[in-house]
């Protein structure tokens, strides 16, 4: 929905904590009512109160969709069921024959949808690792270019900025996953993208209760034209995961503070872990990557972890321990996989908000039960 005039600009942290508030002058409520009505009463005959199916527009949702498009300074905010279904959002405003270029290095579930589209003759796909190789691709016949920065698993980053430029000399579209950074780290619409989008189930829901997706653009035209598909195809989110949302929305500053702290202090000691190859930490956010220098380890490692989770997704409270081989990336084949550095010593981690000392002691222990 179309981003509200801000009524005085506010630092991002207050804007945060008072979403929802100041909104409901009926009744007062500081906590945005949830509206699980389906449909709503037309006053007479051509009138409508602005809400007529919840597919099409719901108050609770548009609370969200409004903050987001704030946060990530674009004109249109849309939220989705998922993070996949929002990347399928995105792409369906392409015509079948479009080039697009994209991240090699890309989350597993993005990967597995370009290889289905490109097998239905819906697109061609061009994967490329890095800005040169990006300046290369790209042509005029390119429609779009699709990237994650940092990606995943391998954190490696790329200048947004850079690929806008590229993007624009060509006229093709810049499609950021900030699902990693959040707006709170990088804020793709200001560097030149021309829509950014997330997997909402991983900071912004912050919880691993939610499962959802964002869509922001930069141009109202845009952001109409994908509302009117979202609208048409109907993977909206729920009034109740709307909610949700606001709710885990609020305390994302205070949230990616401690995971940056404490991604920091795990970096620092593995770095200087003898069981270690090599840590790969882009400086911000809670995502870290790394390599056992034996990866026979692995199975024992993960089993005695007690305060890290041995499970897939990322950017909740819980400290989260991946193995993306076998899980996030698992549909990549694996000559694929490996021509690109995700080998199969590779564990990702997405640090909590525990105390860092807990973390750091629960891997130094994991490591002593190796000898
Ligand atoms: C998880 C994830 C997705 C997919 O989101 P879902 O909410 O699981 O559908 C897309 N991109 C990235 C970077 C992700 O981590």
Known sequence: ????????????????????????????SINTPIYFSTTYEHPTLGESTGYDYTRTKNPTREVVENALAVLENGAVGLVTSSGMSAIQLVFSQFPVGSQIVASRDLYGGSYRYFKELEKRGMYQFIYVDDETAFETAVSDFTTAIFIETPTNPLMSEVSIEKIAVLAKRHEAQLIVDNTFYTPLIQRPLDLGADIVLHSATKYLGGHNDLLAGAVITRSKELGERLAFQLNTTGAVLSPFDSWLLIRGLKTLSLRMERHEKNAQAVTAYLASCPYVKEVMYPGRGGMLSFKLKDASSIKAFLRHLSIFTFAESLGGVESLITYPTTQTHADIPKEVRESYGLTSDLLRISTGIEASEDLIADLTQAFEALK
């Open 1 to 28: 929905m179309e981003k509200e005039e801000q009524s005085g600009k506010v630092q991002t942290d207050t804007f945060l904590a008072q979403i929802g508030n100041h909104q409901n002058p009926v009744t007062g």
